[in-house]
């Protein structure tokens, strides 16, 4: 099969997160096949998105206003802010439903490596939106890796001059966790991170 605006189209597809080029071709033929039921809607709510979707200016997430729908609500605590890396983190912890406060994306972690550094994220903006909301609480809701931890490091060393709390997730051994399973980063940190049960 050579099909220039077929191959290109599957291209395109096989760029997106978690699809592969047999994935794209799979998905490809679906929606030619099904053009007015699959390829048309889709077409539209694409251009609809891209027309009405925009980053909230105050916290970054995705919204159809800014401020977002999370950043304006009056049920949330507007003392208390959960950093975290990307939307899809905020999707997680919207979903859980136990968190009550407002969020800020980061963009992503500091990193050497891939040359990131604080102006390509939105930390200064984190610092000086702590600074200007009199927030009372922030929390580092960011990966366990080298990368979240050195970013962890540097907000909680930016926020030591100001009159907030700082404070990240637990770690250590997940519950329904087997210990003979678990790797040796998370038994250690597990250990350091005890507490007292009586």
């Known amino acids: 099969m050579s099909n220039l605006e077929i191959d ?3 291209n395109e597809i096989s760029k997106l997160p978690g699809f592969g080029r047999k994935s794209a071709q799979r998905i490809t033929l679906f929606l030619l096949k099904n053009k007015s039921k699959a390829l048309v809607p889709l077409i539209e709510k694409l251009k609809t998105a891209n027309d009405k979707i925009i980053n909230c200016e105050i916290c970054f997430n995705i919204d159809t206003v800014t401020p977002c729908s999370l950043c304006e609500s009056n049920k ?10 990307d939307i899809s983190d905020l999707w997680t912890l919207e979903r859980i439903g136990f968190y009550k406060g407002l969020y800020h994306i980061l963009g992503g972690n500091l990193s050497a490596v891939n040359g990131i550094g604080i102006d390509d994220l939105s930390i200064n903006k984190l610092i000086n939106r702590v600074k200007d909301n009199n927030i009372k609480e922030v929390i580092l809701a960011l990966s366990t890796n080298m990368e979240g931890q050195t970013t962890s490091h540097v907000i909680a060393d930016k926020l030591k001059s100001l009159d907030v709390e700082v404070s990240k997730l637990a770690q250590g051994v997940p519950i329904g966790g087997e210990f003979q399973y678990l790797d040796e980063n998370t038994i250690s940190t597990a250990f350091q991170s005890r507490k007292s049960i009586l």
């Open 8 to 10: 290109s189209l599957i």
């Open 76 to 85: 949330r605590d507007h003392l208390t802010i959960c950093v975290v890396e």
